[in-house]
C-alpha cells in the first residue's frame, strides 16, 4: 500500500489497480450519505461516459466496509495514464482542470437537486465560518490566541467581505465544494482533463464557491503552506481558469453568478483562512499539520491572498469579461 495524492483529511493509498481511501468520519459525520452521493454522482457521469471512476465493490457486494477499528474504508479504480497537477499549475493546465471542473459540475446539472443529500451543512457558508472563528477565539482553549494578534489588521479588512456571495437571488447548484486545482486528473500525454477526484462533498451548494476555490487554490504562486514573499494572486492563470470554467459553464450561469464571480476567490480565500486558523485555535484537529503553527501559517497565507484579490477585483472583472465573449 504506497500513499497517494496529497489531500489534508481522508488517507489514500494505491494498491494495485485502485485507489483505496479511509473516510475522515470526523470531518464527515454523516458517511452514509456521502457514499450514496457518491454512488449516484458516479452512475449519472458514468452512464454519459464523462468519468472513467467507478465505486468497487468488496467482496460482500457493498461499496464499502468497515476495517476492525470500525472505520470505514472504499475503492475507486486507479487511473492510468493520468496525472495530478500538484505545484504551481501552468497556464495550460490551469485552464484543462478548470474545464474539467466546469464539465463536472455541468454533467450533474440536470440532475435534480434532491439526487444529492448535504454532507456538511454550511460548507462554504463563510459568515458561518467567521463565527466559529470568532467563537474559538473567544473560547481559547489551546491557549493559541495571542497568536492571533499580528493578523488582526488583516481581519479588520476582510470581515466586511463575509457575506459577499449570500446573495438570496443566486441558484442552488448541485456542487464540488472542493475545486483545489489538485483534485483533477489530466491525461499524462494531451494535458486535457480526463476526471475531477475527491469528490465527497458534492451536495448542494453554489458554482461561486467553486469557482473562487479553484482561483484561490491556483493562482497564489506560492502554494498552500506560503513561501518567502506576499501571496499575490496570479493573473495569467486567473485567465486561463476563466476560459475554462466558462467554457463549460458560462452560458449556463444566472446574471447574479455572473456578477458575482470576480469576488468569489477573496471570499473563498477568507473563508479557507477563518477555517486553518480555527483548526489552528482549536487543536489542529481537521488539517493535517507536519509541525505545530502550519494551520496559523496556512491562515495567513490565505487572508493575504483574499486580500489581493480584492486588490485585483477590476483587472479580474476584464479578464472575466473577455474570457464570456470568447
Ligand atoms: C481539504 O481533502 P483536501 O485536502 O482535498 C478541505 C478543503 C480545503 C483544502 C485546503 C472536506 O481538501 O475544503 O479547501 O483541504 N476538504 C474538506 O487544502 O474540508
Ligand atoms: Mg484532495
Same mark, same amino acid.
Given at each position: 500500500?504506497a500513499?497517494?495524492?496529497?489531500g489534508r483529511?481522508n488517507? $489514500?493509498f494505491?494498491?494495485g489497480?485502485?485507489?483505496?481511501q479511509r473516510?475522515?468520519? %470526523?470531518v464527515?459525520p ?21 468519468t472513467p471512476l467507478r465505486?468497487l =465493490?468488496t467482496r460482500? /457486494?457493498g461499496?464499502?466496509?468497515r476495517?476492525?477499528e470500525?472505520? +470505514?474504508?472504499?475503492?475507486?479504480n486507479?487511473v !492510468? &495514464?493520468?496525472r495530478a497537477?500538484?505545484?504551481? #499549475?501552468?497556464?495550460?493546465e490551469?485552464?484543462a482542470?478548470?474545464?474539467a471542473?466546469? #464539465?463536472?459540475?455541468k ?5 435534480p ?5 448535504v454532507v456538511?451543512p454550511? @460548507?462554504h457558508d463563510?459568515p ?6 470568532e467563537d474559538a477565539? =473567544? ?6 490566541a495571542g %497568536?492571533?494578534g499580528p493578523?488582526?489588521? +488583516?481581519?479588520?479588512?476582510?470581515r466586511p *467581505?463575509? &457575506?459577499? +456571495?449570500?446573495?438570496?437571488a443566486?441558484?442552488?447548484?448541485i456542487? *464540488?465544494?472542493?475545486?483545489? +486545482?489538485n483534485n483533477v486528473l489530466?491525461d499524462? $500525454?494531451?494535458?486535457? !482533463?480526463?476526471c475531477?477526484l475527491?469528490?465527497?462533498?458534492t451536495?448542494?451548494g ?5 469557482f /473562487?476555490?479553484m482561483?484561490?487554490?491556483?493562482c497564489n504562486a506560492?502554494g498552500?503552506?506560503? !513561501?518567502?514573499g506576499?501571496?499575490?494572486?496570479d493573473?495569467?492563470t ?5 476560459? &475554462?470554467?466558462?467554457s463549460e ?6 446574471p447574479?453568478?455572473?456578477d458575482l464571480?470576480?469576488?468569489?476567490p477573496?471570499?473563498? #480565500?477568507?473563508e479557507?483562512g477563518l477555517? @486553518?486558523l480555527?483548526? *489552528?485555535?482549536?487543536? %489542529?484537529r481537521?488539517?493535517?499539520i507536519?509541525l505545530p503553527? %502550519?494551520n ?8 493575504a491572498?483574499?486580500a ?14 473577455g474570457? @464570456?465573449?470568447?
Open positions: 500500500m500513499p497517494l495524492g496529497h483529511i488517507d $489514500t494505491r494498491v489497480g485502485c485507489v483505496v473516510l475522515n468520519e %470526523d464527515f454523516a458517511a452514509d450519505r456521502v457514499m450514496a452521493n457518491l454512488q449516484r454522482v458516479l452512475e449519472h457521469l458514468g452512464r454519459k461516459g464523462a465505486l =465493490r460482500e /457486494g461499496i464499502s466496509q476495517d476492525s470500525g472505520r +470505514l474504508w472504499r475503492a475507486v486507479f !492510468g &495514464g493520468t497537477v500538484e505545484g504551481r #499549475a501552468t497556464p495550460e490551469a485552464r482542470a478548470a474545464r471542473f466546469g #464539465a463536472y459540475l454533467g450533474l446539472a440536470d440532475l437537486l434532491e439526487a444529492v443529500q456538511i454550511g @460548507f463563510t458561518a465560518r467567521l463565527s466559529a472563528f477565539r =473567544r473560547r481559547n482553549v489551546r491557549g493559541r %497568536d492571533l493578523l488582526d489588521p +488583516l481581519l479588520e479588512r476582510l *467581505h463575509a &457575506g459577499d +456571495l449570500q446573495d438570496p443566486l441558484p442552488l447548484r456542487a *464540488h465544494d472542493d475545486t483545489k +486545482l489530466l499524462a $500525454t494531451t494535458g486535457q !482533463g480526463v475531477v475527491d469528490l465527497d462533498t451536495q448542494p453554489s458554482w461561486l464557491a467553486d /473562487g476555490d482561483a484561490r487554490s491556483a506560492e498552500e503552506e506560503g !513561501g518567502q506576499r501571496a499575490v494572486p493573473l495569467v486567473f485567465e486561463a481558469l476563466a476560459e &475554462g470554467f466558462l459553464l458560462g452560458p449556463l450561469l444566472t447574479p453568478e455572473r464571480l470576480a469576488v468569489a477573496a471570499v473563498i #480565500a477568507y479557507l477555517r @486553518f480555527t483548526d *489552528h485555535l482549536e487543536g %489542529d481537521t488539517f493535517r507536519s503553527g %502550519d496559523l501559517r496556512r491562515g495567513e497565507v490565505q487572508l491572498l483574499a489581493g484579490f480584492l486588490e485585483a477585483r477590476p483587472q479580474m472583472q476584464a479578464l472575466l469579461e474570457a @464570456f465573449k470568447r
